[in-house]
């Protein structure tokens, strides 16, 4: 019914029903081989270590991170109230439903394929993909990886598995980026990680077509913690792709990501979220990569479900002539809170820096951007621009712009700009004098307005983007 | 609870609201000790007119009681805590109903030579049209002003504050409510003082009215100036719009923070804002945080945008094929930047004024 996180249009009817307005929202009868008690310590942090039989590295890192964790105090800004209501002690931080992890559909656990079946990913992997890695719960259940990019030397496995395999690189990547202090849910990330990617391209490779990790949480009360490290080494590029969906129910779940990227000098990292989690879901992310000499890397970030998103994809500029892009787009329907934006720290000469930020809140729903841009001292010549718009479609919805801009380098040439309206009367009545329904209209308008990002994306996740607008725009009008 | 209990009573503010984020409480208060409530001497205030002309009547200034505050912003500190303090410097100026005026008044505060605070309160009537330029000055190295009031229905105000201090920190806010369909123009002249925080906020409580917020700051040596400025929009057809132009030279640090609230059944509003600053030297930093809340959907529009940027080379080399050297052409680029938000201020007199008042700080920065 969807697929990467995208739905399309024509689907399980039993489904639809069964979840109504979420069209990813029915779930599976839950059958985990291995499941923890809800709640967390230091005896959680050390059994999902001991689990995975890692390094003791690993199970200090996890330690250390689970008491810095404990001491650190709820961010002290953003949605409060919403973040009040997370209720640490009544999650399950780990739940495993496969015993391991297979090269075959064919060798995936039934009920488990049958649900990556009904979001379309086996289908999507045969047409248009270079790999995929599907995650159910905590681990991955299922990885590919097209042969020809295997010989070349590029790794794609699961994180733990990246972590079994290549100790050694892993190590000297793993916090890199996202230290575990960075912030409260980036050391619950460190602490409890589980699955994830793990990316390695060799110098000078280019991966042409994308490789898609898809994220599903199926059980009540949830988290789930996957870290995700992409490497790309000198000169070579590639796009990593992931959605995510999980049940609808009265409860909440938690997911509590961090992903790392490593742009090596005159490498390209194009790193896309379609985020269509349930309304029951806090997605509270931690997304940053380093950018060395001429290295680019771009975030293409489509937040369209979920409870409360906080998510902020950043890019340090430590190379000089490194380039960074943040596109996004973000729907805030009834009873969703999306404070998502961007933050990007030009640290060397000659760097460049793009953000554009789209968002609409419908139904009482509200949109935040909320971005910060540095430029240090040292930073000659630095160019950067950000533009961020937002619609409110109705009475009782909200946008809210919070951008922060600190220069400290006169040679900088930075521009910001923003604008909150609504639906332009001319626009709705140009389109409806020339035949189309109000509400035809308005979706037209509202994917016209989101065009800018999807045009960023692969054609097939576009064209079900759209389709997913024009599905949540049914019943604007009237 | 008074201002003094309500001060006690609260927390010192985390770094993590902006509001904190790059002036914090504890470097702006005067002995730095956030538990104590100094007392202060009260700073001289005194009307004239830039004319020369006597004082017309309509206007007047009188020692006044204070009043009550609205506290349940988020200056609730700041307000406290300086209305605590000047118990013995509460001010009131009141303009009738109908005053009209060419002339600009001028309303001189002297800091003094120790630590000094005023709260001064409008009561500015109804359908009035005057200019109003309040000058600080004085050699105290910690000055706080509070400014509370109202500007009454229909009256068309310039009120422009200029900041003249020799040195030391200036702890600034103002309060204001804006009556239906006023028009008022508040601008920001500040060159003085090392370390400025100044917090201003206007609300546009009534159907028609509008307010522009103008900004001319000029930074150097190590000073720290910030500025943030609030509008909120609670009536149908209000219009707002920010403008703050600010130069950095030296060592020097401005910042710019900016609200534009619309409240749910604002209809109409129409707000806007803008942050430019030029930075001048290598050392020198500008940070702005242009922020918008908007819960109304049925807006003119909402917009702001920052731009930072050096001297434009291609200005430069302009002026300098006219004969220009490169200090005058700087100098040239720097006020022309500076007075493009200074214009607006206010007429011809007020204008040509500020012009005179800023070029000799001009010169100060160039000697």
Redesign the interface.
Known sequence: MAEGGVIRVSGDSEAREAVGEYKAGWHDPENSTIRFDFGLSEEVVRQISELKEEPEWMTDIRVKAFKHFSERPM???GNMSMLEEIDFENICYYLKSSDSTERDWEDVPEDIRNTFERLGIPEAEQKWLSGVTAQYESEAVYHSIREDLEKQGVIFLDMDSGLKEYPEIVKKWFCSVVPYSDNKFSALNTAVWSGGSFIYVPEGVHVEMPVQAYFRINAKNMGQFERTLIIADKGSSIHYVEGCTAPSYSTDSLHSAVVELVALPGSHIRYSTIQNWSSNVYNLVTKRGIAHEDAKIEWVDGNIGSKLTMKYPAVILKGEGSHAEVISVAYSGEGQHQDAGAKIHHLASNTTSKILSKSISKNGGRGTYRGMVTVS?KADNCKLN?VCD?L???????????????????????????????VSDDQLFYLMSRGHSEEESLAMIVNGFFEPFTRELPMEYAVELNQLMALEMEGSIG | MDSASQYLSMSEPDKSNHLWKYTPWRRIHPTGKIAEIPELASATLSLSMMDGSEIPPGVSLVRGSGGDLDLSMDNALTNSFLHAMSNSSNWLLVVESGFRLESPIILDVQTGDVASVAHISLEIGEMADFELVTRVSGGSDWFGLLRTGNIGSGTILNDVLIGLQENGTFLRSDSIEIGRDAQVRAGTVSSGSERTKSDLRYKLEERGGGIKVLGSILSAESMHLDHHIEIHHEAPDTFSRLSWHSACGGDSRTIGTGMLQVSKGAKGADAGQIFHNLLLSDSAEADSIPELEVMENDVVGCGHGTANGPIDEEQMFYLKTRGFDEKEAKRALIAAFLNSTLSEMGGEKLHEWLVGELTLQLEALHS
């Open positions: 961010p002290t800004w001292p950000v937002a409110i479609l109705d009475e009782g919805s909200r946008s809210d712009t919070y951008p922060t801009m600190e220069v400290a380098n006169p040679s900088a040439r930075c521009e910001h700009e923003a604008s909150v309206s609504k």
